[in-house]
């Protein structure tokens, strides 16, 4: 069984940063997919970023040039930086793994809250 766990999340103005970390316990292949939804209230769960275990990523368009995804394979980790923080960021973020690409995450964390507001 595969667990992930977040910190991170918190409170940030409009034009701040913050970073998200997340560490997997268990048995996660190193041909996992590593990434991060997240989700505002009354709306579906949205993939943020996501990136292989060769290092490819994708974002989406919203975050493209503000957030960077990166993965420490030695220690199971995956980090999203995220810069210029607008209030359309606020959320709950998820860790997930999954096995490609395209097929959804199979795992998820518990998620962290992310508030941008002045």
Do not use: H
């Amino acid at each position: 069984q595969v667990r992930l766990v977040e910190s991170g999340g918190g409170l940030v103005q409009p034009g701040g940063s913050l970073r998200l970390s997340c560490v997997a316990f268990g048995s996660i292949g190193s041909g996992y997919v590593m990434g991060w939804y997240r989700q505002v209230p009354g709306q579906e769960r949205e993939l943020v970023a996501q990136v292989t275990s060769g290092g490819s990523t994708d974002y989406a368009d919203s975050v493209q040039g503000r957030f960077i995804i990166s993965r420490e394979y030695a220690k199971n980790t995956v980090t999203l930086q995220m810069n210029s923080l607008k209030s359309e960021d606020t959320g709950v973020y998820y860790c997930t793994s999954a096995l490609n690409r395209w097929t959804g995450p199979t795992y998820w964390g518990r998620g962290t809250q992310v508030t941008v507001s002045s």
